[in-house]
Structures are given as structure tokens and as C-alpha cells.
């Protein structure tokens, strides 16, 4: 065998905008060294602290490399090893039961999300299956939904906004509700660039004083939620002041008129400012800052849009680029996500036409409601998982855990690692990790489209997400034609739209990676034209009317907020958020002993006289509590929150942590406003001292609130 290295480029595959390119050099078959790609134009050979050691998650002796088959109770995670034919026939068997079943095929569920961004490997074979299957449909609405519909209802089909490479021209950027610095720190770089060269001012707008909020020239921190009241606020200063671009609003917004009465007579500074904790003078030199200081640049995230009314606030912050025109100016405007810009062939990818009509689709959310047989439809009888950790990330977290421990219920879980969803599983399957099969990727970061080559072989018998979704095809008899191999798939997937001509699998093979079919130059509204049903920003719009929503922007205050939910707030005052943890990517890496040593303990952030109020001090440990259940951490008093706020950040494992349940044993499994979206935020909570040992779950009101 030959000893000369081999050099191939791979893609990060996790949930993270930044989809970078990574350089693995393979020797004999293995992979011995892996880090940036400096050739690529957007993440320029740098990679997080998480990817950097990619190498130990491949080569972990703890991935689970066998089938196998549960032998001890559900939620002990005790198992022995099978044949991949004892595994594919046993799964194929169980699902041929239930769909012949009087419940039939819909009494089945897939549940996944993005533990892979690949277009194969996340959704192509995958869906195929299911809808061939009959299988209920699932609502993947767990991240951001929400803010993507709302952003839609003003800004059109597709989420396009700035170029994320055209911000080094700013002068004026805004991370709203982004902890930019850790779940985007290539755009990071692009904001400081702009503070070099432009002398750039950098705002984050974010309750908690996160790293990207250290790091801002400024740092303006509304209560929890109210975001777009804090939007309003600024629209009516803007108006007020004779500061709005009115040229750009009589050319491309709809609505503008209805949209200045609204904010000039419900939402003063003084009303803005009581609603959301910001004082006047601060929304005031806001508002003159954006408008005047262009170009003007806000990077919206998904933080904000995890409250009731998520969907609304980024509506309503979104149509701040039109009433001042920053949309004119290469990297003005805003940006949510750059994925709406890739004209994939989805539909031909997933084939949604093969789902039998009338299938009952199931919010992610509400996984709890629905092992528990309390949606409409039959019974969830067997549960597919697959790129989730439904154990640890769902809401309503005693809830799943009770639908997971139903004897009934069959699940099968595809894993690279024994998660605490996997403990709950009757059959196990070992998944391939991104070197270790062919994907090809878009961005919700750049712009650019990636293709993953298989590099090293897949360890152990584990198999990908397509590969098995072949084999149990090939199981139940279903035609194989629609279960072809994945360069067919890429190149259907690549047949799209005008933003992907000239991008092929030829050219992808050869350069890791091509921009999309846009302009080097990217402003998309310059001229006023939007992908709306009115060819404008919608201001006012009549699809939101039609659905039932309010067609204007508008303040939703949170289901659980002090100010509109009192009763509710004296028993649990504390407003808890759940951010990421800059160790951990949801969970993913929060079973590895590198990252959990950096990571330390589960934390939760208080203000200081709200500790002191507890007989709570710095480093004590607590117990963080409402009527849904209880999870422990360490109190920090970092300063970082204002008082009547908590931050928790995460996501833990629950087997890893003490208490053996983490911050969503407490977060509901009530939806936003519109998009279906979690709620994760909307969490009021108490806090007391705690004993040192993990003890029985507490009490309130003789409803057991922990689970252990």
C-alpha cells in the first residue's frame, strides 16, 4: 500500500451557517490531519473549536460501530450486538406490521432535523421512503420556522437579503438576536473588517450580554421577547424624525402609510421603553444611527423568534431596511438566512408526490403530545430517529421520555454515538460520520455550493442515512428506481433553478466548491423589486390578513412574561433563556471529554440581587424549576443578565448531567405565532439552592416537576 498522503476537501456538516470547508489529508486509509480550507472565499481556512478536532469524534472508541438490539428496560440503555440482516429485517417487519395494521402506515413517524445540513444525507432518501411508506409527515419547525415565515410575509419567497461578503462596506451593523462571535464567526470577521476599514460601529441587540455583546461597540439589552415592540419603537422615531427614505417607500414598499399611523400613535419611545426595559434615549439614538449610518447592515438570528410572537418580530424588524433604504447599498439591508438563495431541485430530491394524499403531517415540537396519542390521527405506534436527539433537545422533556418508554411503542435510532435518545431505542443502527460518505451542500451562511466526497472508508459496519434507506426499501419491495445511487441524486438535485446554471457535479468534483449564479456584486432590492405577491416589501400584507394574522407588524408578547402573565410570574418570576453553549452544537459534542471539560458544569447566569434575594451566591449549586420539571447547574453571577433574567445555555445530555435532565425538562411545547416554531424561550422559572446531591425530583403544587 502506498504511504503518500492524500488530500481531499470535505464540508462541515453541522447545523451552523458558516458551512465550511475543511482540508483532510488521508494516509493508508485514514484520516490524520484535518483544518480549514484558506482557498475557500467565505470561511478562508478557518474553522471553530468544535471542527478542529473532528478527527477525535471519527475515531472515538466510543462510536457505536454494530447494530444491535435492546435487551434491558427502555431508558436504560443496555443492548447486544446484531447482524445488519437481524436489523433490516427486524425493522422492515415491524413497519410492514403496523401499515397493514387498522392505523395503518400514518401510525408510523420519522423524527429528524439537521444533525446533518447534507442535501443527500438530510433529506433525500430519507423523505422518499417515508412518503413511499405512507408514514406520517413530520414538521421540522424546531429551529427556525418561525422567523423564516415571517420573513417571508415581508420580504418574499426565497429569504434572500445582503451578500454576507458585501458587509466589510458598512458602516452600521447590527446582531440582532445572533451571538454572532459563536454561531457565525465568519461573518464575525466580516463586521470587524467593516470596523477597520469603514470605522464601522458594530450593535448587538440581545437581553443576554453574550461574546458577540462583549465584543460590540454597544449593547442594548430589551427584556426577553419584546424585541418587536423594540422595532416599533424605532420605526416611530425614524418617521417622527423626517429620517425615512421616502423615495425607496413610495417605489418599493406596500402599505407604508398604515404601517406610520400605526407606529407614530401606539408606539412612542416612552411605551416602547416600558415594554421593553430599553430607556428612551437609547431607542431614540438608535433609530437616528440606523437610518443615518449607510450602508446599514442587520444580521438577524434565530434567538428572537423562539417567543410566541417570534414570527411576528422578525417581520417586523425585517421591514426596517426598507423604511430607511438601506436595501440600496451593496451589504445593506438584513439577513436571516442565505438559503432561500439556492434554487435546489428540493421536490425532485424528497418527492413529496409519493405521500398518499390526506397524510396527517406532525409538529417536531410537539413529539410528546404525540407519543402520548394526544394529536388527531392514529397512535404513534413506531418512531424512526435519525440526525436528532429527541431525548435531549425536544421541548416538554418528561413528556418525550414518557412517549419513549412505552413498551408499544418501536423506535429505531441511527447514531454515530450512544445518545440519550439511543438508551430509549429497540434497535440501533451505527451511522457514518461526513468523511465517510458523499453529500453536496448549500449554506444558510454564503453562497457558495459544496460537494463531500467519501474520503476514508466507514468505520466499524456503520452506514449512512441513504444506505439504509436503501436496504429497508429493498425490503418492503418498494420500486428501485426511486432509491438510486447518490451522484444521480446530486444531479438531480443540481437540475434547479437559475441560481445553480453553470453549478455541476463536474465542476464540484473538481473545486470543492462553486458560488452560486449571482452577481460578484450582490444586492438583491437595490431596485426595489421583492419575490412578494405586490413586487414590494410588504408593510401591509394581505396573504398575513388572509391567514388570520394582523397584516401590519405588531407587538406578540411572550405566553410567559411578566407583564402579561402575572399570575404566572409570582410563582415563577425568573424569564430563563437557552442559548447555545459555544462547546456544544445542540447536543452534538456534548459527549465528548475534550469539549465538556471546556465547557465545564451546566451554568445558570443570574443577576446578582436576584441571587442574593435566593441566599444564592456565585459557584453555588441550584435548582432551576417550573411546573413542567426541574433541571441543576452551578449559579454564575457573570453580570451578564439583567435582574428578572436567566440564561441557561446548553444543550447538555441528560445521562451527563447532574439531576440526569437538562434546561428542557422546564421549556413548553407551545407554538409561535405562526410557522409552527418552538418556544423555547417563552420559560418562566424559580430558583433556589440546592443540595450537592442529585436527590428526588422536586415538588410544586404535588405535581412532580423533575425528571430523573
Same mark, same amino acid.
Given at each position: 500500500?502506498?504511504?503518500? &498522503?492524500?488530500?481531499?476537501?470535505?464540508?462541515?456538516?453541522?447545523?451552523?451557517?458558516?458551512?465550511?470547508?475543511?482540508?483532510?489529508?488521508?494516509?493508508?486509509?485514514?484520516?490524520?490531519?484535518?483544518?480549514?480550507?484558506?482557498?475557500?472565499?467565505?470561511?478562508?481556512?478557518?474553522?471553530?473549536?468544535?471542527?478542529? /478536532?473532528?478527527?477525535?469524534?471519527?475515531?472515538?472508541? +466510543?462510536?457505536?460501530?454494530?447494530?444491535?438490539?435492546?435487551?434491558?428496560?427502555?431508558?436504560?440503555?443496555?443492548?447486544?450486538?446484531?447482524?445488519?440482516?437481524?436489523?433490516?429485517?427486524?425493522? @422492515?417487519?415491524?413497519?410492514?406490521?403496523?401499515? +397493514?395494521?387498522?392505523?395503518?402506515?400514518? @401510525?408510523?413517524?420519522?423524527?429528524?432535523?439537521?444533525?446533518?445540513?447534507?442535501?443527500?444525507?438530510?433529506?433525500?432518501?430519507?423523505?422518499?421512503?417515508?412518503? !413511499?411508506?405512507?408514514?406520517?409527515?413530520?414538521?421540522?419547525?424546531?429551529?427556525?420556522?418561525?422567523?423564516?415565515?415571517?420573513?417571508?410575509?415581508?420580504?418574499?419567497?426565497?429569504?434572500?437579503?445582503? +451578500?454576507?461578503?458585501?458587509?466589510?462596506?458598512?458602516?452600521?451593523?447590527?446582531?440582532?438576536?445572533?451571538?454572532?462571535?459563536?454561531?457565525?464567526?465568519?461573518?464575525?470577521?466580516?463586521?470587524?473588517?467593516?470596523?477597520?476599514?469603514?470605522?464601522?460601529?458594530?450593535?448587538?441587540?440581545?437581553?443576554?450580554?453574550?461574546?458577540?455583546?462583549?465584543?460590540?461597540?454597544?449593547?442594548?439589552?430589551?427584556?426577553?421577547?419584546?424585541?418587536?415592540?423594540?422595532?416599533?419603537?424605532? %420605526?416611530?422615531?425614524?418617521?417622527?424624525?423626517? *429620517?425615512?427614505?421616502?423615495?425607496?417607500?413610495?417605489?418599493?414598499?406596500?402599505?407604508?402609510?398604515?404601517?406610520?399611523?400605526?407606529?407614530?400613535?401606539?408606539?412612542?419611545?416612552?411605551?416602547?421603553?416600558?415594554?421593553?426595559?430599553?430607556?428612551?434615549?437609547?431607542?431614540?439614538?438608535?433609530?437616528?444611527?440606523?437610518?443615518?449610518?449607510?450602508?446599514?447592515?442587520?444580521?438577524?438570528?434565530?434567538?428572537?423568534?423562539?417567543?410566541?410572537?417570534?414570527?411576528?418580530?422578525?417581520?417586523?424588524?425585517?421591514?426596517?431596511?426598507?423604511?430607511?433604504?438601506?436595501?440600496?447599498?451593496?451589504?445593506?439591508?438584513?439577513?436571516?438566512?442565505?438559503?432561500?438563495?439556492?434554487?435546489?431541485?428540493?421536490?425532485?430530491?424528497? !418527492?413529496?408526490?409519493?405521500?398518499?394524499?390526506?397524510?396527517?403531517?406532525?409538529?417536531?415540537?410537539?413529539?410528546?403530545?404525540?407519543?402520548?396519542?394526544?394529536?388527531?390521527?392514529?397512535?404513534? /405506534?413506531?418512531?424512526?430517529?435519525?440526525?436528532?436527539?429527541?431525548?435531549?433537545?425536544?421541548?416538554?422533556?418528561?413528556?418525550?421520555?414518557?412517549?419513549?418508554?412505552?413498551?408499544?411503542?418501536?423506535?429505531?435510532?441511527?447514531?454515530?454515538?450512544?445518545? +440519550?435518545?439511543?438508551?430509549?431505542?429497540?434497535?440501533?443502527?451505527?451511522?457514518?460520520?461526513?468523511?465517510?460518505?458523499?453529500?453536496?451542500?448549500?449554506?444558510?451562511?454564503?453562497?457558495?455550493?459544496?460537494?463531500?466526497?467519501?474520503?476514508?472508508?466507514?468505520?466499524?459496519?456503520?452506514?449512512?442515512?441513504? #444506505?439504509?434507506?436503501?436496504?429497508?426499501? @429493498?425490503?418492503?419491495?418498494?420500486?428501485?428506481?426511486?432509491?438510486?445511487?447518490?451522484?444521480?441524486?446530486?444531479?438531480?438535485?443540481?437540475?434547479?433553478?437559475?441560481?445553480?446554471?453553470?453549478?455541476?457535479?463536474?465542476?464540484?468534483?473538481?473545486?470543492?466548491?462553486?458560488?452560486?449564479?449571482?452577481?460578484?456584486?450582490?444586492?438583491?432590492?437595490?431596485?426595489?423589486?421583492?419575490?412578494?405577491?405586490?413586487?414590494?416589501?410588504?408593510?401591509?400584507?394581505?396573504? %398575513?390578513?388572509?391567514?388570520?394574522? #394582523?397584516?401590519?407588524?405588531?407587538?406578540?408578547?411572550?405566553?410567559?412574561?411578566?407583564? &402579561?402573565?402575572?399570575?404566572?410570574?409570582?410563582?415563577?418570576?425568573?424569564? *430563563? *433563556? &437557552?442559548?447555545?453553549?459555544?462547546?456544544?452544537?445542540?447536543?452534538?459534542?456534548?459527549?465528548?471529554?475534550?469539549?465538556?471539560?471546556?465547557?465545564?458544569?451546566?451554568?445558570?447566569?443570574?443577576?446578582?440581587?436576584?441571587?442574593?434575594?435566593?441566599?444564592?451566591?456565585?459557584? #453555588?449549586?441550584?435548582?432551576?424549576?417550573?411546573?413542567?420539571?426541574?433541571?441543576?447547574?452551578?449559579?454564575?453571577?457573570?453580570?451578564?443578565?439583567?435582574?428578572?433574567?436567566?440564561?441557561?445555555?446548553?444543550?447538555?445530555?441528560?445521562?451527563?448531567?447532574?439531576?440526569?435532565?437538562?434546561?428542557?425538562?422546564?421549556? &413548553?411545547?407551545?407554538?409561535?405565532?405562526?410557522?409552527?416554531?418552538?418556544?423555547?424561550? #417563552?420559560?418562566?422559572?424559580?430558583?433556589?439552592?440546592?443540595?450537592?446531591?442529585?436527590?428526588?425530583?422536586?415538588?410544586?403544587?404535588?405535581?412532580?416537576?423533575?425528571?430523573?
Amino acid at each position: 500500500m502506498s504511504h503518500e &498522503s492524500i488530500l481531499r476537501k470535505n464540508v462541515c456538516p453541522l447545523d451552523c451557517p458558516d458551512t465550511c470547508s475543511m482540508l483532510v489529508t488521508i494516509r493508508q486509509g485514514v484520516a490524520v490531519e484535518l483544518k480549514g480550507d484558506p482557498d475557500h472565499p467565505f470561511t478562508r481556512g478557518a474553522l471553530c473549536g468544535k471542527m478542529a /478536532r473532528y478527527l477525535d469524534r471519527v475515531y472515538s472508541d +466510543d462510536r457505536l460501530m454494530q447494530p444491535r438490539k435492546r435487551i434491558g428496560r427502555k431508558g436504560e440503555g443496555r443492548f447486544e450486538t446484531i447482524s445488519w440482516d437481524e436489523a433490516l429485517a427486524t425493522i @422492515a417487519e415491524r413497519f410492514r406490521a403496523v401499515a +397493514d395494521s387498522p392505523d395503518g402506515p400514518q @401510525a408510523i413517524l420519522p423524527y429528524s432535523y439537521y444533525g446533518t445540513m447534507g442535501k443527500l444525507q438530510a433529506s433525500s432518501l430519507d423523505r422518499r421512503f417515508f412518503h !413511499r411508506l405512507g408514514a406520517s409527515l413530520l414538521d421540522r419547525t424546531i429551529c427556525a420556522s418561525a422567523g423564516t415565515v415571517g420573513y417571508e410575509y415581508t420580504m418574499g419567497r426565497g429569504r434572500l437579503g445582503a +451578500d454576507p461578503l458585501a458587509v466589510p462596506g458598512c458602516k452600521f451593523v447590527v446582531n440582532w438576536g445572533s451571538n454572532t462571535v459563536n454561531t457565525n464567526a465568519h461573518l464575525w470577521s466580516l463586521m470587524i473588517e467593516a470596523r477597520k476599514r469603514n470605522g464601522a460601529t458594530i450593535v448587538t441587540v440581545d437581553p443576554y450580554r453574550s461574546p458577540t455583546a462583549e465584543r460590540s461597540d454597544w449593547h442594548i439589552q430589551p427584556r426577553p421577547g419584546t424585541d418587536a415592540a423594540l422595532a416599533l419603537g424605532l %420605526m416611530h422615531v425614524v418617521w417622527r424624525d423626517g *429620517l425615512a427614505d421616502e423615495d425607496y417607500l413610495a417605489r418599493a414598499t406596500i402599505g407604508a402609510d398604515r404601517l406610520r399611523k400605526r407606529v407614530l400613535d401606539d408606539y412612542p419611545p416612552e411605551r416602547t421603553a416600558a415594554i421593553t426595559g430599553v430607556v428612551v434615549e437609547t431607542i431614540t439614538k438608535f433609530a437616528r444611527r440606523l437610518a443615518t449610518e449607510q450602508p446599514s447592515f442587520i444580521r438577524l438570528n434565530y434567538g428572537m423568534q423562539r417567543h410566541h410572537g417570534g414570527g411576528m418580530a422578525v417581520r417586523t424588524i425585517a421591514c426596517l431596511p426598507a423604511l430607511i433604504g438601506s436595501w440600496r447599498h451593496p451589504g445593506g439591508g438584513a439577513m436571516l438566512s442565505t438559503s432561500g438563495a439556492y434554487d435546489f431541485d428540493l421536490a425532485r430530491l424528497t !418527492r413529496p408526490d409519493l405521500a398518499p394524499a390526506g397524510t396527517r403531517t406532525v409538529n417536531m415540537n410537539q413529539l410528546g403530545e404525540a407519543l402520548a396519542g394526544e394529536l388527531p390521527g392514529p397512535p404513534i /405506534r413506531a418512531l424512526y430517529v435519525y440526525n436528532c436527539n429527541p431525548a435531549a433537545v425536544a421541548p416538554n422533556q418528561a413528556k418525550v421520555l414518557e412517549g419513549l418508554r412505552r413498551e408499544d411503542l418501536f423506535t429505531v435510532v441511527h447514531e454515530l454515538f450512544a445518545t +440519550d435518545t439511543v438508551d430509549y431505542a429497540d434497535v440501533v443502527l451505527p451511522a457514518t460520520s461526513q468523511l465517510e460518505h458523499v453529500d453536496v451542500h448549500g449554506s444558510y451562511g454564503h453562497h457558495e455550493v459544496m460537494y463531500n466526497p467519501r474520503s476514508i472508508e466507514p468505520r466499524g459496519e456503520c452506514r449512512s442515512n441513504n #444506505d439504509v434507506f436503501r436496504a429497508l426499501a @429493498a425490503r418492503l419491495g418498494f420500486e428501485a428506481d426511486l432509491f438510486p445511487d447518490d451522484e444521480t441524486l446530486i444531479r438531480e438535485a443540481l437540475d434547479g433553478g437559475p441560481t445553480l446554471r453553470g453549478v455541476t457535479l463536474e465542476r464540484l468534483k473538481e473545486a470543492g466548491s462553486v458560488r452560486l449564479n449571482l452577481p460578484d456584486s450582490y444586492a438583491p432590492f437595490a431596485a426595489g423589486v421583492f419575490p412578494t405577491p405586490s413586487g414590494k416589501c410588504e408593510f401591509y400584507s394581505e396573504r %398575513m390578513a388572509r391567514d388570520g394574522l #394582523d397584516p401590519l407588524p405588531t407587538y406578540i408578547p411572550p405566553l410567559e412574561d411578566p407583564q &402579561s402573565r402575572p399570575d404566572l410570574a409570582a410563582r415563577f418570576p425568573i424569564q *430563563l *433563556l &437557552s442559548p447555545p453553549r459555544p462547546q456544544f452544537l445542540n447536543s452534538t459534542f456534548a459527549n465528548s471529554p475534550r469539549h465538556r471539560s471546556r465547557a465545564g458544569e451546566p451554568t445558570v447566569e443570574m443577576d446578582a440581587d436576584d441571587a442574593r434575594s435566593r441566599h444564592v451566591a456565585d459557584g #453555588d449549586r441550584v435548582e432551576v424549576f417550573n411546573a413542567r420539571g426541574s433541571f441543576r447547574a452551578r449559579a454564575s453571577l457573570s453580570g451578564a443578565v439583567r435582574p428578572g433574567v436567566a440564561v441557561a445555555t446548553g444543550i447538555y445530555w441528560n445521562k451527563l448531567s447532574p439531576g440526569l435532565s437538562n434546561v428542557n425538562s422546564t421549556t &413548553s411545547s407551545a407554538l409561535t405565532d405562526m410557522g409552527g416554531g418552538a418556544t423555547f424561550f #417563552d420559560n418562566l422559572v424559580e430558583i433556589r439552592a440546592a443540595a450537592e446531591t442529585t436527590g428526588e425530583p422536586s415538588k410544586v403544587d404535588g405535581a412532580a416537576i423533575g425528571s430523573k
